[in-house]
């Protein structure tokens, strides 16, 4: 639902609208940590860990809703790849606040810099979810896989282009080859 809401505001949202939302979020730091929340990777990994029914026990509700290293990784990437490869298309339809536009003017960079950044980043990101799975913490080896598993859909929806926004892309592909015409 959450995505649901995103998307909307995204496509319907008008400059005035959204220009609110820029003048409420002043930099990049500030745009990052009010994006990991909206970006929806916390309540899909959430409700994709309720899903997985009494193997799931409260305890591990808490772990993920206290932003766990592995989940605050994995928000990273939905977020920064979301941003980079949406870019263009958002600002050509008067978006103002993203990743990019932060970055660029809290540093006074290009684009090509805050996206060299970015890549840094992410492999920084994919780094802490393979230390995490390496060294596991107290909860079960299923809901980690579970959190890597979203994070790897995270990088195929949005692997060069915005896949998830515009799913007749390759991702139709894939869910054709997946679901459609299986091995």
Known sequence: ??????????????????MLITDVIQGFEEYM???????????????????????????TLD????????VRAASIICRLTDDMVGHEFEQERGHVASAVECYMN??????EEAYDEFQKQLKNAWKDINKERL??????????????????VINLLYKDEDGYTHSTTKVKEFITLVLVDPI
């Open 33 to 59: 940590r009010a994006a990991l929340v909206t970006g929806a990777y916390m309540m899909l990994a959430t409700t994709s860990l309720v899903l997985m029914g009494e193997s799931v026990s409260t305890k």
């Open 135 to 152: 060294h596991p913490t107290s909860v079960p080896m299923p809901v980690l896989d579970r959190v890597l598993n979203l994070a790897r």
């Open 63 to 70: 772990w993920v809703t206290n932003e766990p290293l592995i």
């Open 1 to 18: 639902m959450l995505s649901i809401l995103d998307d909307i505001y995204d496509v319907y949202g008008t400059l005035d609208e959204l």
């Open 106 to 111: 809290d540093y006074g960079r290009s684009k």
